[in-house]
Protein backbone atom coordinates (compact mmCIF):
# COMPACT_ATOMS: atom_id res chain seq x y z
CA UNK A 1 0.00 0.00 0.00
CA UNK A 2 0.97 3.30 -1.05
CA UNK A 3 0.05 6.47 0.68
CA UNK A 4 1.00 10.02 -1.39
CA UNK A 5 1.21 12.62 1.03
CA UNK A 6 0.48 14.96 -1.95
CA UNK A 7 -2.77 13.21 -2.80
CA UNK A 8 -3.89 12.52 0.48
CA UNK A 9 -2.89 15.73 2.89
CA UNK A 10 -3.94 13.76 6.13
CA UNK A 11 -2.13 11.15 5.18
CA UNK A 12 -2.29 9.85 9.34
CA UNK A 13 -5.71 9.30 8.84
CA UNK A 14 -4.91 7.09 5.96
CA UNK A 15 -2.91 5.35 7.63
CA UNK A 16 -5.19 5.07 10.63
CA UNK A 17 -7.99 3.20 7.90
CA UNK A 18 -5.54 0.94 6.37
CA UNK A 19 -4.05 -0.68 9.54
CA UNK A 20 -8.23 -1.17 10.55
CA UNK A 21 -7.33 1.74 13.58
CA UNK A 22 -4.23 0.44 14.84
CA UNK A 23 -1.94 2.54 13.13
CA UNK A 24 2.08 2.12 12.59
CA UNK A 25 4.23 0.47 15.01
CA UNK A 26 6.79 2.08 13.53
CA UNK A 27 7.12 5.50 12.04
CA UNK A 28 9.93 6.93 10.31
CA UNK A 29 9.63 11.28 10.04
CA UNK A 30 11.90 12.91 7.81
CA UNK A 31 9.48 16.18 7.35
CA UNK A 32 9.81 17.43 10.50
CA UNK A 33 7.58 20.22 12.71
CA UNK A 34 5.33 20.68 9.35
CA UNK A 35 4.50 16.61 9.24
CA UNK A 36 5.21 15.50 12.87
CA UNK A 37 1.56 15.60 13.32
CA UNK A 38 0.86 13.30 10.61
CA UNK A 39 3.47 10.64 11.86
CA UNK A 40 1.76 10.87 15.31
CA UNK A 41 -1.51 10.67 14.10
CA UNK A 42 -0.25 7.33 11.98
CA UNK A 43 1.63 5.86 14.84
CA UNK A 44 0.25 3.28 16.88
CA UNK A 45 -0.66 3.50 20.52
CA UNK A 46 2.85 2.32 22.35
CA UNK A 47 4.67 3.17 18.56
CA UNK A 48 8.00 4.61 18.04
CA UNK A 49 8.44 7.55 15.78
CA UNK A 50 12.26 8.22 14.54
CA UNK A 51 12.45 11.94 13.34
CA UNK A 52 15.34 12.02 11.13
CA UNK A 53 14.63 14.79 9.01
CA UNK A 54 13.84 18.76 9.33
CA UNK A 55 12.46 19.62 5.56
CA UNK A 56 9.53 21.62 6.72
CA UNK A 57 11.55 23.48 9.44
CA UNK A 58 13.41 22.96 12.86
CA UNK A 59 10.09 24.23 14.79
CA UNK A 60 6.28 23.82 15.31
CA UNK A 61 3.45 23.02 17.07
CA UNK A 62 3.51 19.40 18.53
CA UNK A 63 0.01 17.55 19.75
CA UNK A 64 1.34 16.38 22.49
CA UNK A 65 -1.72 15.56 24.05
CA UNK A 66 -2.19 13.00 20.79
CA UNK A 67 1.54 11.59 21.32
CA UNK A 68 0.97 10.89 25.51
CA UNK A 69 -2.45 9.57 24.89
CA UNK A 70 -0.83 6.81 22.48
CA UNK A 71 2.10 6.47 25.08
CA UNK A 72 4.50 6.66 21.89
CA UNK A 73 8.10 7.66 21.65
CA UNK A 74 9.74 9.79 19.64
CA UNK A 75 13.53 9.97 18.99
CA UNK A 76 15.43 12.42 17.10
CA UNK A 77 18.26 10.84 15.12
CA UNK A 78 21.04 12.63 13.22
CA UNK A 79 22.77 10.71 10.71
CA UNK A 80 25.84 13.10 10.03
CA UNK A 81 27.06 15.01 6.72
CA UNK A 82 27.72 13.39 3.13
CA UNK A 83 31.05 13.67 3.42
CA UNK A 84 31.10 11.71 6.47
CA UNK A 85 28.72 9.23 4.38
CA UNK A 86 31.77 9.25 1.69
CA UNK A 87 34.65 8.68 4.56
CA UNK A 88 32.32 5.83 5.96
CA UNK A 89 32.05 3.87 2.27
CA UNK A 90 35.45 4.41 1.49
CA UNK A 91 36.44 3.38 4.41
CA UNK A 92 34.62 -0.42 4.10
CA UNK A 93 35.63 -0.55 0.35
CA UNK A 94 38.93 -0.52 1.63
CA UNK A 95 38.17 -3.47 4.03
CA UNK A 96 36.39 -5.31 1.22
CA UNK A 97 33.66 -6.61 4.07
CA UNK A 98 30.29 -7.55 2.65
CA UNK A 99 27.66 -8.58 4.27
CA UNK A 100 26.37 -12.30 5.37
CA UNK A 101 22.70 -12.35 3.57
CA UNK A 102 20.46 -14.65 5.11
CA UNK A 103 17.63 -14.73 2.58
CA UNK A 104 16.25 -12.22 -0.08
CA UNK A 105 12.06 -12.02 -0.29
CA UNK A 106 10.52 -9.90 -2.69
CA UNK A 107 8.54 -7.05 -1.45
CA UNK A 108 5.19 -8.68 -1.80
CA UNK A 109 6.27 -11.10 0.57
CA UNK A 110 7.31 -8.82 3.20
CA UNK A 111 5.21 -10.73 6.00
CA UNK A 112 7.01 -13.94 5.46
CA UNK A 113 10.54 -11.86 6.05
CA UNK A 114 9.20 -10.41 8.53
CA UNK A 115 7.99 -14.32 9.83
CA UNK A 116 11.13 -15.41 9.26
CA UNK A 117 13.10 -13.16 11.60
CA UNK A 118 10.38 -13.74 14.23
CA UNK A 119 11.55 -17.06 14.09
CA UNK A 120 15.12 -16.41 15.23
CA UNK A 121 16.76 -18.70 12.97
CA UNK A 122 18.61 -16.61 10.84
CA UNK A 123 22.14 -15.87 10.23
CA UNK A 124 23.16 -12.55 8.78
CA UNK A 125 20.67 -10.09 6.66
CA UNK A 126 17.17 -10.45 5.74
CA UNK A 127 16.62 -8.35 2.54
CA UNK A 128 13.41 -6.84 1.01
CA UNK A 129 14.09 -6.42 -3.08
CA UNK A 130 11.82 -4.08 -4.54
Request: charge should be neutral; include cysteine; hydrophobic fraction near 40%.
Amino acid sequence: LVINYKDQPEWGDAVLVATGGRGADIVVEVGGPGTLPQSIRACAVGGHIALIGVLTGFAGAVPTVEMMRKQQTLKGLIVGSREQQQDMVRALENFGWKPVIDSRYPLEQMVAAFEHQAAGRHFGKICLEY
